[in-house]
């Protein structure tokens, strides 16, 4: 079982940063990806970022230049920093983290309970 937490959310003016953070915890042997997706109201789940553990990083062409991912692999934690916020980053932002269990090849692909940030006025 592994477990993800996150942290960071809050209420931010537009043009404002914000930073996020997310740990993994339980049984991990190893993680392959972290990353963050986002899901605004009456739309669907989507991805905003994610590194594997080989570095390659991904990013939602809506946020790129924007918000930049870290990866601290010691510490199984992932962080989102988040530049220039506009009112269209308003979404409840989950956690997300794939890997490995065991030597043997046990998969997990597990989720945060979700942050919430609001990008407001």
């Known amino acids: 079982q592994v477990q993800l937490v996150e942290s960071g959310g809050a209420l931010v003016q537009p043009g404002g940063s914000l930073s996020l953070s997310c740990t993994a915890s339980?049984?991990?042997?190893?993680?392959?990806?972290m990353g963050w997706y986002r899901q605004a109201p009456g739309k669907q789940r989507e991805l905003v970022a994610v590194?594997?553990?080989?570095?390659?990083?991904d990013y939602s062409d809506s946020v790129k230049g924007r918000f930049t991912i870290f990866r601290d692999n010691g510490l199984n934690t992932v962080y989102l920093q988040m530049n220039s916020l506009i009112p269209d980053d308003t979404a409840v932002y989950y956690c997300?983290?794939?890997?490995?269990?065991?030597?043997?090849?046990?998969?997990?692909?597990?989720w945060g309970q979700g942050t919430r940030v609001t990008v407001s006025s």
């Open positions: 590194k594997t553990s080989g570095g390659s990083t």
């Open positions: 997300n983290a794939a890997g490995y269990t065991t030597h043997k090849g046990d998969r997990f692909d597990s």
């Open positions: 339980g049984t991990i042997y190893s993680i392959v990806a």
